[in-house]
């Protein structure tokens, strides 16, 4: 397991919230060893659509990603980790686990990417799996809590040599892995998964980067081999998700990198075929992600002239636009376990516009199916989870200024 303790004497800056009053932490060390980091040990209280896991750019220098926790209601903070040489991303909580699940990346030498788990409670952390092997990349939890699927790579090496490639679900409680997919083919890896809501199957796309249009869209079950989904045209895949009925999958479709995507639809049957849904010849349709309560989906739309959010009845299809942001792009929606808000990220335009990663710039957004806006704060990839008891700072170094 990666040493998480700080290395370098240094302020950290407090993910600025904007609709709170919360006392802002400030934490400085007066030199030598800095201590352990104190996680989380608070009992969680209320539900999971209350709190938010999310990441946030560490300190001044914004070398990598901690952890931070929010609750809704009052705009509360917490910090989960600190870490000067690691970057920890895509928080993913699951409630039948009790756990969050994310990605810890070294950042200095060569890159090397795990999947840990964290429980909140207790401030335990540990890998998915002990001694990992693989370089392990995007993960999801199975819905009973379980298992955590994830794509890995070996070795972690540049795209050009021939590495082996492939999905990987792990038994938590076991530690127990089974490979589901691996490839040779040079450069080749797997994106982002996303299991059945049954719990039976995975579905997940593959990619080699050097190609700019034929990726593979994958159901992978344990125990059995792969298998392509048929019916897709030839392209470029994001997103891929499961309607609620496991019938269907939902995914971004490009002819070509570059091209304008559109939301696809795909039955999973004999002989049939993908349909365009949502989408319009002249917007940008894409990221769709299915209400766990209604008939319903969230989806990024650019038809109002910039990135926005949407929310689109899935037997009409007729929009109702949550966002109208002209200055910031919203990307990365996702649903709350009762289908009552949507968190999402938004990124200034001239940064989105640059690709350029400057998270301390990003800001996540919590809003209700109306688009009234509930929570902000600086930070990036959120997650929803209960919140937690009392409002004292989790790092036994952090010291408060008081209530403002």
């Not at 910031?328 to 968190?343: K, M, N």
């Not at 990003?362 to 509930?374: F, N, S």
Request: aromatic content about 6%; glycine content about 8%.
């Amino acid at each position: 397991m990666h040493d998480t303790r700080a290395r370098r004497t240094r302020s950290i800056r407090r993910p600025a919230p904007a609709f709170s009053s919360f006392v802002y932490l400030v934490v400085a060390w007066l030199g030598g060893t800095a201590p352990d980091v104190a996680l989380a040990s608070d009992a969680l209280s209320g539900k999971p659509s209350e709190g938010l896991v999310f990441s946030v750019q560490s300190g001044d220098e914004g070398q990598g990603l901690d952890l931070w926790r929010a609750r809704i209601s009052d705009g509360a903070l917490q910090r989960l980790s600190i870490t000067d040489e690691l970057d920890e991303r895509w928080p993913r909580w699951s409630q039948e686990a009790g756990l969050i699940a994310f990605l810890q990346r070294n950042l200095t030498g060569l890159m090397s990417s795990t999947i840990m788990l964290l429980d909140p409670e207790s401030g335990e952390r540990r890998n998915v799996r002990a001694n990992p092997d693989l370089s392990q990349r995007s993960h999801a939890w199975s819905p009973d809590g379980r298992f955590v699927a994830h794509t890995f790579r070996v070795p972690p090496t540049s795209a050009k040599e021939k590495t082996n490639a492939g999905t990987a679900v792990v038994d938590i409680a076991k530690g127990e892995r089974e490979i589901v997919s691996e490839s040779e083919e040079v450069g080749y890896r797997m994106q982002s998964l996303a299991y059945a809501h049954d719990g039976t199957r995975i579905v997940g796309h593959g990619r080699n980067p050097t190609l700019s249009t034929d990726d593979k869209m994958w159901l992978l079950t344990p125990g059995k081999r792969p298998k392509a989904v048929p019916g897709i045209p030839r392209g470029v895949y994001d997103s891929p998700t499961f309607t609620p009925d496991n019938k269907a999958i939902l995914f971004d479709y490009r002819q070509v990198r570059g091209n304008p995507r559109d939301l696809m639809r795909i039955e999973l049957g004999p002989g049939k075929r993908a349909k365009r849904i949502a989408s319009t010849a002249r917007s940008d349709d894409h990221s769709a992600v299915v209400s766990p309560a209604r008939n319903e989906m969230v989806i990024v739309t650019d038809i109002v002239g910039n990135d926005n959010l949407a929310l689109v009845d899935l037997e009409t299809g007729k929009k109702k636009y949550l966002t109208k942001d002209l200055v910031r792009v919203a990307t990365s929606p996702v649903w709350s376990p009762d289908g009552e808000r949507i968190a999402y990220v938004s990124i200034p335009n001239r940064l989105h516009e640059k690709s350029e990663k400057k998270f301390d710039q990003y800001r996540v957004h919590v809003i209700d199916r109306t688009g009234k806006q509930l929570f902000e704060a600086t930070g990036t990839m959120p997650s929803f989870m209960p919140p937690w008891k009392g409002n004292q700072p989790v790092a036994s170094f952090a010291k408060s200024e008081g209530q403002k």
